[in-house]
C-alpha cells in the first residue's frame, strides 16, 4: 500500500527555516521523479519543487534560490530545505511522485505537514 508520512512543518517568522521529510513506502522510490506539493483550496496540489532518480531538480519560480529538494533513495525520504520563508509559503505540504509535467501520480496522499509563516 501506498503511503507518504511528511513531518517538519511549523510556524516559523518571516526570514526562518524550516526542513521538511517525507518518508515513503509501497513504492519504488527510486524510480520515480519525487515532489514537494502545496495544498490549496478546494484540494488542488500545486508542486513547488521536483527531483529526478539521478538528482536533477526542478523549483518553480517563487521558491528558486530559497529551497533545497534532496532525496536518500537508500531511506526512500524525500526532504525539502525551506529558507527565507514568506507568508506566501503557507500551507500544507505533501510529497508524490510525479506524473507527466506537475500533476500527481498517486491518489494516496498523506496527512501533509503544515506550515505557517506569520510575525
Known amino acids: 500500500q501506498v503511503q507518504f508520512v511528511e513531518s517538519g512543518g511549523g510556524l516559523v517568522q518571516p526570514g526562518g527555516s524550516l526542513s521538511l521529510s517525507c518518508a515513503a513506502s509501497?513504492?519504488?522510490?527510486?524510480?520515480?521523479?519525487m515532489g514537494w506539493y502545496r495544498q490549496g483550496p478546494g484540494n488542488q496540489y500545486e508542486l513547488v519543487s521536483s527531483i529526478y532518480r539521478e538528482g536533477n531538480t526542478r523549483y518553480t519560480d517563487p521558491v528558486k534560490g530559497r529551497f533545497t529538494i534532496s532525496r536518500d533513495n537508500a531511506k526512500a525520504t524525500l526532504y525539502l530545505q525551506m529558507n527565507n520563508l514568506n507568508p506566501e509559503d503557507t500551507g500544507v505540504y505533501h510529497c508524490n511522485a510525479v506524473f507527466g509535467k506537475d500533476d500527481f501520480l498517486f491518489s494516496n496522499w498523506g496527512q501533509g505537514t503544515r506550515v505557517t509563516v506569520s510575525s
Open positions: 509501497g513504492i519504488a522510490f527510486d524510480a520515480y521523479e
